[in-house]
């Protein structure tokens, strides 16, 4: 890992993700952190704070005009992509999201979760014009109309989620416990997380006429127990990956995201140590929970056979799942898969033996569950 910090990565103002946030969010996690900005982050922080306070009055017509229509909606059999960071869930959303049955996040909504319907159009506009075509942390097609997860909505309407891991990493192992696996989380913090998901899963669909939500997050793998607590009837898609290549993957993400999203400097040990830690306690709190989900709302895939032979893995997943009629959907989720015949994934040097020997004892138990192979 090789975490690079330069001035232009504090320049990345108009598409930074908590832009979107609610004056109320930023200052109770600017407060939980206490503050701890680095000097160098210091502009982008006032410019944000500038940005959210200027917000705010869309942010209040928003709730006030639309906010008793949204909570009339009823999710019913909402479907939500999981799996680790770079396992290849944001292909999977992006391919299932061509189905014209299913209503999900953009970039746009995700960035401004508060005030979408009111100015929404404004900032499409203002995206279009400023993201780059592909994403930094790989040659994954980027833009606001785009999949985006919806944990960074979240992240902007209340102050449980992980993206604030994100923005203050030194904090990150910590905000990791509270808002993935719940770890010592009390009743009111999981109480938040699920009302704020719940109603922006709500206000997704409110504004797409009541079509069936596809929602993708890999902070969900950790949380099956409570999502299903939320929705009995919520179907999971999980897709999983070769260890290895998920931590060497995981590296060059956080690489590429800390600098221009984090208000803090990190050590790469650091990083590494939290992607072996967060990655078992991910994966053990998902292996018990999916116990709880009935086998007609679970579908799991490898990366490799998704990526193989994409449309039988989906065929099984509409199948196993009801999604809806596969042969009239097969026709648009070509039409991603064509697209994406020449993607060039990112190149990866080795992983260093102390490195591989963590991964191999502390992730054991999952290369036994999904019957990956170890290098000695």
Request: glycine share 4%.
């Amino acid at each position: 890992m090789n975490i690079k910090y330069s001035l232009k990565n504090h320049l990345n103002l108009t598409t930074h993700t908590a832009l979107g946030m609610s004056l109320t969010v930023w200052i109770k996690i600017l407060a939980k952190n206490k503050f701890a900005i680095d000097l160098s982050a210091l502009p982008k922080v006032l410019f944000m704070t500038g940005n959210i306070i200027t917000n705010s009055p869309f942010q209040l017509y928003e709730a006030l005009k639309y906010n008793k229509r949204i909570n009339r909606i009823k999710i019913e059999r909402p479907v939500f992509i999981i799996g680790h960071p770079r396992s290849g869930t944001t292909y999977l959303q992006y391919v299932l999201s061509k189905d014209p049955n299913f209503c999900f996040c953009t970039t746009n909504e995700a960035l401004i979760p508060n005030a979408f319907l009111s100015i929404g159009g404004f900032t499409r506009r203002i995206l279009k014009m400023a993201m780059p075509p592909t994403r930094p942390q790989d040659n994954v097609k980027s833009g606001a109309d785009k999949p985006k997860e919806e944990e960074f909505a979240i992240g902007s309407m209340c102050n449980v989620s992980m993206v604030h891991g994100y923005y203050f990493p030194k904090h990150i192992f910590e905000i990791f416990n509270e808002t993935v696996v719940f770890e010592k989380s009390d009743a009111s913090t999981l109480s938040t997380w699920k009302k704020h998901l719940d109603f922006f899963a709500k206000k997704i669909t409110y504004k797409y006429n009541g079509k069936r939500i596809l929602l993708k997050s890999p902070a969900n793998t950790g949380r099956v127990k409570e999502i299903l607590e939320l929705y009995p009837d919520a179907c999971f898609i999980h897709i999983h990956r070769h260890p290895y290549e998920v931590y060497q993957s995981t590296e060059k993400l956080y690489e590429k995201i800390l600098p221009l999203l984090g208000f803090q400097k990190v050590e790469n040990e650091f990083m590494k140590e939290f992607i072996i830690t967060s990655y078992e306690k991910l994966y053990k709190k998902y292996l018990v929970d999916k116990l709880l989900i009935p086998t007609n709302q679970l579908v799991e895939m490898s990366y490799v056979d998704f990526v193989s032979s994409p449309l039988k893995q989906l065929e099984k997943a509409y199948s196993q799942l009801n999604l809806g009629d596969f042969e009239k959907a097969k026709s648009y989720l070509k039409e991603e898969i064509k697209e994406v015949e020449n993607y060039q994934k990112n190149s990866y040097l080795g992983i260093d033996e102390l490195t591989k020997q963590k991964i191999n004892n502390k992730w054991s138990f999952f290369f036994d569950t999904y019957g990956y192979q170890k290098n000695s």
